[in-house]
């Protein structure tokens, strides 16, 4: 199982460019979720997604908007960057059943923007 | 809202020396308090508190939740220099579903 992953690993926009993060898992979870992460700031939620084809705001949704075509894919989409967009992203997962709390976490996406 | 504050932020120690990590939260209707450790890229999770438990080891690592005083510590015993991470801690609370509300983080670092 390859659990959750992330493309691209890394990149680079300049102000006003769109662009599409993928997050994938293998591990057939119902919830799905996106974070930032800024130093001094832990974790912040941008979109969460508790089924195929439903999504919701999170705790700093302004200038993200996410999909949930299918159960095993979540896309976070910038529409037109900003400096304050750059950040490391991480998408996690986590399962209905028993623990639902415990989530897991795909290595990340760095993206700058200039 | 929902609100989770670590300290300290930053820490270093030496290896063999214990330390104490201390969260604490101000939620409605706590449900759960889960500890993760993140070192170079994505948060690995450690331990998961519930009113029910108030306490988790797992060999040098230990974590207790204080529901009166709506804190928890996690503390680590014999440090080593592999020990050198950030640790989370975030709290799901009644209205929430399986959000997680992350605190700042405290990294630690543990030198030979």
């Known amino acids: 199982n390859a659990g959750v992953t992330q493309t691209p690993k890394f990149r680079v926009l300049k102000t006003g460019q769109s662009m599409t993060l993928l997050c994938a898992q293998d591990?057939?979870?119902?919830?799905m979720y996106w974070y930032r992460q800024d130093p001094g700031m832990g974790l912040r939620l941008i979109h969460y997604?508790?089924?195929?084809?439903?999504?919701a705001k999170g705790e700093v949704p302004d200038g993200y908007n996410v999909s949930r075509l299918k159960k095993q894919n979540f896309l976070l989409g910038l529409e037109s960057a900003a400096p304050s967009q750059t950040s490391v992203y991480f998408c996690?997962?986590?399962?209905?059943?028993?623990?639902?709390?415990?989530?897991?976490f795909g290595p990340g996406t760095r993206l700058t923007v200039t | 809202e929902d609100k989770v504050v670590q300290s300290p932020l930053s820490l270093v120690v030496h290896e063999g020396d214990t330390v104490t990590l201390n969260c604490s939260y101000e939620?409605?209707?706590?449900?759960?308090l889960l500890w993760y450790k993140q070192e170079k890229k994505a948060p690995t999770f450690l331990f998961m508190l519930?009113?029910?438990?108030i306490e988790k080891k797992s060999g040098r690592l230990s974590s207790i939740l204080d529901k009166k005083e709506l804190s928890s510590i996690l503390n680590i015993t014999a440090t080593q220099t592999g020990d050198s991470a950030i640790y989370l801690c975030?709290?799901?609370?009644?209205?929430?579903?399986?959000?997680?509300?992350f605190g700042e983080g405290t990294q630690l670092t543990v030198n030979p």
């Open positions: 996690a997962s986590s399962s209905l059943g028993r623990r639902p709390y415990e989530q897991y």
């Open positions: 591990m057939n979870h119902e919830y």
């Open positions: 997604s508790v089924g195929e084809g439903t999504t």
């Open positions: 939620v409605t209707n706590f449900r759960s």
């Open positions: 519930t009113s029910s438990g």
């Open positions: 975030a709290v799901v609370a009644g209205t929430s579903g399986s959000r997680l509300t």
